[in-house]
């Protein structure tokens, strides 16, 4: 069907018809067919025939006839009942959110307690307290369904309630009833509505569950579950007296969960424009590794055309090349989306299973890893040590540092409990940990964030690795624990000669640190430099510029300067034209920007350039 | 508080925490800031050193323990529920975090609609003209009106918040490190943007920052906050020339691009983090990470006994520090020959 602008899922529209169908039977059936369903005739307990669908009941009534009309009763109690428990569960919840912390916290122990016994037996106990019939089973199920919803709602509005939004709505003057009805219950609404489909798929099962035990309706009427249970009687003469109100009781539940999953899917407001999927893919892949640096020591890290996709196929890093050598600190800076974590982590073999990758060589202190398709061998764990960005969920909180620090040398070199523990004990000492001793015995969440951070340069430090990848290593810090952090990688480097690849979005801790320094930009080495030469802000390229110009550390030290924002956005991996990725914000860019790639383009200084105009000014220099 | 009259918000000897009873936890200690009109005070310190709290208790979502918020002068507990509803009106907070700031579910227009007519008095569309006039102010395109948040970059998310905010004609923005989630490319254009704001809407603002570089970029005047309460205060050469052995400690832990080392480095002593809030050391709170205090001077025993207070060093110049001794060079080169 094409027009149609906004598309319902197909599961949602299942089962709105389904839905739909069951609410006509319910209420066309009763009307309808009243007089077939109570119609007496001599077949009794007949199986299924062309004149009775599924049969005939023990007084001879036609099953099909009476599983339709008892449909209105069975949905009636239902929806009575999940209706109640909606309403009073989250009316309970939402009382109990806004009430003093006392009320609160008695209201979620007694919800507690209600929620540990399943909803049908708290059912059963006050259907036999109440008499048994129709309203006492639907005030029965209500109220054993209503602690779910009141949970519930509780807890979502409880997190909604310290969104920012709800704060800025409160300063600017919104009152208190429309801040609920405005932000607060639309953003709790969907999964209100889930529950309130599964609540109804339990309600109908558990009303015919009721109904089954003879606590419900009473005879004459029947319904669903009724029926059920004189058809279990009758099984072996004709089982389709139990196949009929069986199947109506298992579509209805179908029917109920596919609605509340689809409804939900469809007000997501991130649901209903997904990014199209483009058609173009980049056509060249560009040939870098014109740069990789020739003599030197030999590189204790060195990828060449690495490439990494998503599995859509959208290329997310464009066959770069990189080497870091032995006693090198390089940096590798880049905003977000510049692929700088990614080539980092596929460095050392860690990304995300979903994504794709291929180099044509990567090669760790002599291990070769380039083939993806042969898992990473565990020496490589003693090769590097990583750092990673947030040091709070970098360690294991049920473990004790100690175990975590003397774990990978036991297992990889084989080291006896005690060497590891003193080993482990003077790492930390060394990366300035105070009281190592104490700290082996503490948990994570007893060391503070700059603690952390230096016992897991610490743990990254123990197998003497050649190489630490640390990403973003710094960012979670304070500027005083930033600055002793990376002071400590410094000399980390100094005295053990250990080669590191610092990933960082700040240009000024990467040339506060690094030595050589690559810049990225969706998905390309776009410059290489040495640290001098960014220091003299001596750059090529027109993004490391603007990146300069925009930064207000380097901006500062211009009297009066203003920083000078860059127009426009980074490309998405999607909308990647063929030429250069920063052609459409480039002050510089010419025609053939747009339609060929730069290639990284080595000059005598050992820096590298991807940028046409600015080989092509390099030529006419030289 | 020399500044009381000219200042459009100030704290005066504010105290607030989180909690009653045994459970709670104080976070500013007699805190002191005057926010000039048409001035930009920043306020900047580590994270746990109170920065949020007080703006929390500057825009009204906190009160104090003790001490008083004064708008214009008038003390804000004074002022009747209607004074009080305009008076928080003048005063908008913008956010640190552009995705949890913005109702997911709510379009750009709704979001603003919101902010012009809270109670939902006029019909819907009776706003068009102002909300575009709102977007145009932030540089953003009329047609993100229509549109939901989540099609919006970071950056422009942080526009639509700071449209948000003007769209109450407000005097004070408070800005909550506003730039934090961002690129730094930006970063920079929110930067430009509530400069050129400051100018053409004749803004006040107070600026919540960890990074010095911004505050000294933006701000007009600064307070340095350590472990909830003041330690020095001035124009923004608080930065360049630093009174406080924790200001100069901050300055100094800035990476430098320049490649020279730190002198902070010698000293070794900043290895020391932070104390915990809820635990503050005796004395002057910062004693135990000072490179000037007893740890290296042996006669200042006074820092780990007694708090040093809020004083003025140079009257001329508005620079206060709490610091029993206060870098000389500062107080040297001003009184120079």
Not at chain 1, 112 to 141: H, K, M, Q
Not at chain 1, 245 to 265: C, E, F, N, Q, S
Request: glycine share 8%; charged share 20%; proline share 7%.
């Amino acid at each position: 069907m094409r027009g149609v602008r906004t598309r319902l899922p197909a599961m949602l529209l299942v089962g709105l018809v389904l839905a739909a169908v069951i609410v006509l039977v319910a209420v066309a059936g009763p009307i309808l067919w009243q007089a077939r369903a109570d119609a007496l005739t001599g077949d009794i307990r007949q199986g299924p025939s062309g004149a009775h669908w599924l049969g005939t009941d023990a007084l001879g009534r036609d099953v099909f006839w009476r599983t339709v009309v008892a449909t209105r009763s069975t949905i009636e109690m239902a929806v009575a009942a999940t209706a109640i428990a909606a309403a009073l569960g989250t009316f309970l919840g939402a009382m109990i959110v806004s009430a003093g912390p006392a009320v609160r916290t008695l209201g979620d122990r007694v919800i507690d307690l209600l929620l540990s016994f399943p909803p049908i037996i708290i059912a059963l106990t006050f259907t036999a307290i109440l008499s048994p019939g129709r309203a006492s089973v639907v005030g029965a199920i209500g109220l054993a369904f209503c602690p779910q919803f009141a949970r519930l709602t509780n807890r979502l509005a409880l997190s909604v309630q310290e969104r920012d939004y709800v704060t800025v709505a409160r300063l600017l003057g919104v009152g208190r009833f429309r801040v609920v009805t405005r932000h607060v219950v639309p953003n709790i609404a969907p999964p209100l509505l889930v529950l309130t489909s599964v609540g109804f798929a339990t309600s109908v099962v558990t009303v015919s569950g009721l109904s089954f035990l003879g606590l419900s309706v009473q005879p004459p009427s029947y319904d669903w579950g009724s029926l059920l249970a004189s058809g279990l009687r009758n099984l072996y003469d004709n089982p389709g007296e139990a196949f009929g109100p069986a199947a109506a009781i298992l579509v209805t539940g179908l029917a109920a969960g596919l609605v509340g999953d689809g409804l939900v899917r469809h007000m997501d407001p991130r649901g209903t424009s997904r990014p199209h999927r483009a058609v173009r893919r980049s056509a060249d892949p560009p040939t870098a590794g014109d740069a990789s640096r020739a003599g030197g020591a030999a590189p204790v890290a060195s990828v060449r055309d690495l490439s990494i996709r998503r599995p859509d196929g959208r290329e997310l890093v464009h066959g770069i090349s990189l080497t870091v050598d032995a006693g090198e600190i390089v940096g590798i800076v880049g905003e977000s989306g510049s692929g700088k974590s990614l080539t980092a982590l596929a460095l050392a073999r860690l990304l995300p299973r979903e994504l794709e990758w291929s180099a044509a060589h990567l090669n760790v202190n002599g291990v070769d890893l380039a083939d993806p398709a042969k898992a990473p061998p565990a020496r490589l764990a003693t090769e590097l040590g990583i750092v990673f960005q947030d040091p709070s969920s970098s360690f294991n909180p049920a473990l004790r540092i100690g175990t975590q620090l003397t774990e990978v040398l036991r297992v990889h070199a084989k080291m006896s409990r005690r060497q590891a523990h003193a080993l482990a004990v003077s790492r930390l000492a060394e990366t300035r940990v105070s009281s190592p001793e104490l700290r082996m015995r503490q948990y994570p969440h007893e060391l503070s964030g700059g603690m952390r951070q230096r016992a897991m340069i610490a743990a990254a430090m123990l197998p003497e690795p050649k190489l630490i990848i640390a990403d973003e290593p710094t960012t979670a810090l304070d500027v005083t624990v930033q600055a002793d952090v990376l002071r400590l990688l410094k000399q980390i480097n100094t005295t053990h000669g250990t080669a590191i690849l610092l990933i960082s979005h700040d240009i000024g801790v990467v040339s506060s640190l690094c030595d050589r320094i690559c810049v990225m930009y969706a998905g390309r080495v776009v410059e290489e430099l040495s640290v001098e030469d960014l220091r003299r802000r001596d750059v090529r390229h027109p993004y490391t510029r603007a990146l300069l110009a925009a930064s207000p550390d380097t901006a500062s030290e211009r009297d009066g300067a203003r920083l000078v924002p860059l127009p426009g956005r980074a490309p998405a991996a999607e909308d990647q034209g063929p030429g250069c990725s920063f052609a459409p914000r480039c002050p510089l860019a010419v025609p053939v920007c747009t339609e060929i790639v730069p290639p990284l383009v080595a000059e005598p200084s050992g820096n590298a350039v991807a940028c046409h105009v600015e080989t092509a000014a390099a030529e006419v220099r030289s | 508080m020399t500044h009381t009259d000219e200042s459009v918000l100030s704290a005066v000897g504010v105290s607030a925490g989180y909690g009653s009873g045994p459970r709670s936890r104080s976070v500013l200690h007699d805190v002191n800031v005057a926010v000039r009109r048409g001035g930009t005070m920043g306020i900047v310190g580590e994270s746990g050193s109170g920065k949020s709290t007080l703006a929390q208790v500057l825009v009204g979502r906190l009160t104090p323990i003790r001490g008083v918020v004064r708008l214009d002068g008038t003390d804000v507990r004074r002022l009747s529920r209607r004074e009080r509803f305009a008076a928080r009106r003048r005063i908008q907070l913008v956010p640190q975090d552009p995705y949890s700031s913005l109702d997911p579910r709510m379009s750009v227009e709704r979001t603003l609609a919101e902010a012009i007519d809270p109670r939902g008095r006029l019909r819907a569309g009776a706003h068009r003209e102002r909300i575009t006039e709102l977007l145009e102010s932030v540089a953003l395109d009329g047609s993100a009106a229509k549109r939901l948040p989540h099609e919006f970059s970071g950056g422009q998310r942080q526009r639509i918040v700071i449209a948000r905010a003007l769209a109450v004609r407000p005097e004070v923005i408070i800005a909550d490190e506003v730039t934090s989630s961002l690129d730094t490319s930006v970063q920079a254009e929110i930067l430009e943007l509530l400069l050129d704001l400051r100018e053409r809407l004749g803004l006040t603002y107070v600026f919540i920052t960890h990074d010095l570089a911004i505050a000294q970029y933006m701000c007009t005047d600064l307070s340095v906050l350590y472990l909830g309460t003041v330690i020095e205060q001035g124009t923004t050469d608080v930065l360049t020339r630093p009174a406080h052995p924790y200001t100069e400690l901050l300055r100094d832990s800035r990476p430098d691009p320049s490649g020279r080392s730190t002198p902070a480095a010698a000293g070794g002593l900043a290895t020391e983090d932070a104390a915990d809030p809820a635990n503050p050391p005796s004395g002057c709170v910062f004693h135990p990470r000072c490179r000037y205090g007893p740890r290296t001077h042996e006669d200042r025993t006074r820092c780990a006994v007694e708090p040093p207070i809020l004083a003025d060093l140079l009257p001329s110049r508005e620079r206060r520090a709490a610091c029993h001794y206060p870098i000389k060079a500062v107080i040297q080169d001003e009184e120079g020959p």
